[in-house]
């Protein structure tokens, strides 16, 4: 009887302890990760350098395309502009002094210091258009890098910065303030 018993435990114990499930060694993170690319801030820098607008099309930005193409091309027009009456002018000027008489009866009636007074004034404007064309040439690019560059941080519904209300229950005033939450 004793060898049955022994017999019997040995038996259940050995089944017992190949009962048990092995345990899975989880290999790769059970998180869902995204792949970092580490050039593609540079990749959207370049394109938006060599074709304004591109490296906000890299970026799938596409409602930016009309704010750069309209940035610089309102330079551009503002800079033809003034070089167009500039050049007005700048004639005008040069036929006076040549002694020939101009066909405007506007440009008749002005004198050579104001004509030198409108070449300096469509001259300085030309010159800041020409600063916003590359202003804004510039801005492109970095706004492209930046998009680029924020893009790719991990955003999550667990990290919440929000503003807050607390009815103050000792003065019966608002608090405002700011809370950072972040979930598990």
Partial sequence: ???????????????????????????KDSL??????????????????I??????????KYWKLPLVYGAIGTSVYFYMD???NYNVYR???????AGNTSNSEYLNG???????????????NRDL????????????????NIDAALSQFNVSEKLAFKPIINRNSITLKNDFGFALNYSF
């Fill in 82 to 84: 003034s070089q167009k």
């Fill in 110 to 124: 002005l004198s050579d210091s104001q004509l030198i007074t409108a070449q300096k004034q469509f001259q300085r």
């Fill in 32 to 49: 869902n990760s995204e792949e970092i690319d580490p050039l593609r801030p540079a990749k959207a820098s370049f394109y938006s350098a």
């Fill in 91 to 97: 004639d005008e000027y040069k036929n006076r002094l």
């Fill in 51 to 60: 074709f304004p607008g591109l490296g906000q099309v890299y970026n799938k």
């Fill in 129 to 144: 258009s020409a600063l916003f064309i590359v202003g804004f040439y510039v801005l492109n690019i970095i706004d492209a």
């Fill in 1 to 27: 009887m004793q060898y049955q018993f022994i017999i019997l435990l040995l038996f259940f114990g050995v089944t017992s302890i190949f009962a048990q499930e092995k345990k899975q060694i989880i290999f």
